[in-house]
């Protein structure tokens, strides 16, 4: 897994960007930009806004998708997750 | 690519879901669950619960992401679009 994560909430979409833009830029190889709920479609938008019009040497190496567990004061409810791995290409 | 494909939509979820789930159950081996924008934190809401809740043989085969151009009134829009490839375990 990359050490080096973004977590995708509900700020603009160009904060995500500027901040996996600044992880690259910062020598790493790989980010991994995650998300929850409904924020799993501005990772997505993250990714390809990274991908297609910054970082073309950038690759998707892997998209993983999952079930997690949120306490709220209402009890236990299931959230959607996402967690797109960029890698810089050599 | 699958044949077989389920385009989630603003409907909502247990639609896509029990799309997903007949389709499997008329004996295909592929589902392509796809989603546009918005949807698609709702396509893998589809994914999970499929998967989760009701056929746990169902696994994820690929997940890809991608640009669309989608034209309107105001002219040409890039949107974000996810395709969830679930295949059911021999």
Do not use: H
Request: net charge positive; no cysteine.
């Amino acid at each position: 897994m990359a050490e080096n994560a973004v977590f995708v909430g509900n700020k603009p979409v160009m904060n995500y960007v500027l901040a996996v833009l600044t992880q690259f830029n910062s020598g790493v190889k790989e980010v991994s930009v995650k998300a929850r709920g409904r924020a799993i479609s501005r990772a997505v938008d993250v990714a390809e806004i990274v991908r297609k019009r910054f970082l073309p040497d950038v690759d998707v190496k892997d998209i993983k998708i999952s079930t997690e567990k949120v306490e709220s004061e209402q009890g236990e409810a299931n959230v959607s997750a996402i967690e797109i791995t960029l890698v810089k290409k050599e």
